[in-house]
């Protein structure tokens, strides 16, 4: 596509993963921060990382400047920074499609989920911006190989949200990357199931040395 | 493997379809029902159904009876049913391993989630059992592909627990089945993900026409 994207706390594995798969497909790329600063940093390092691709176009700030900048957001902050965040970026993100990718986790002897009141991170999203569609994406996908160019990205992304067309639009996105198949995982409220799918994954690559992701059986 | 292995619950479809399954492989079943009438009928029918597999050892009777013959137990109860029928047949499942493929859900617009006091159906089986070795798995299977054994059961069973061997021993057994593929998903703690995730799973069914399980990427 030839969208404006912005990674809201694009500057971890996982935004940086993403900036770099969906930039090299067209889309134009802003890597938000907390900290300006911070956001230009890591969109120029990405810049000349990816320089043998001379259509790229990645620009870094703060998140909320980045978020006025974009028509479709990606929320990848840890999730102890989900709500604050987005509560100062509510503005921007008006009228906007906004995919929360984030997992609400910690590890404590292994991975484990944190309970959200408003059952999942991605609800949370919604309760929030409630002039923003919010829809669920990308939770289950390795960070360690988006960030790898090399490397195919196998496995299916699980979209859930109420909102049919941009649902379809997502999935679209979705499926610019590598070898990813989108799947309809349902309405907004099966998104805690899908974030907590993560982590199971993060055990399993703890216990199998992976990068692991999943994929649906007898789906087409 | 040659074991002597009880379903409780086992007269609906994943119930049979394990027992078919695990039938030719060489264990002996015992389909256990409330009713012991119940369950001698379906193992009659599946002996019949079965009648190529010379070999095969199926009979039926009710749950406590069935569990007090057998040496590993699945309970396939639905989950309105899960604690009273453990409660019940608390005393014939000592010392043993007892699998639970439960999944805590009901249909209101659609597939949901219920949520378990204990965490999830196999931390309500294991408080409540606290004489066995309670391991979680076969949750993601579809039913009807395995009562379908002009099938492959292609997938990946999520095994979790807290006692090694117990879980070697399940993903061994699982691992009879089809082109199943045993993955170590955790400790008790992590089963309420591995419950959920047929939440998800019965949605994708629906919308795809599918009879859908998983598969994790990037393991061996």
Redesign the interface.
Known sequence: MNKKIALIGGTGPEGKGLAKRLAITGNQIFIGSRKQERGKEIAEELTNELNEYPQICIKGGDNREMAELSEIIIIVVPYSAHKNTLMQIENELEGKIVIDAVVPMEFQK?P??IEVEAGSATEEAAQILENSTVIGAFHNL?AE?LMDLKKDV??DV?ITGNNKEAKQEVSSLAEEIGSIRA?????L??S???E??T???I??NG??K??????????N
């Open positions: 292994g484990r989920s390795s190989i196998i496995g699980l799947v309809d995982a349902g309405p409220r099966n805690k199931h899908v907590n799918l982590v199971l994954l055990g399993i216990r199998y992976a990068h692991s992701s999943i994929i649906i059986t007898d789906i």
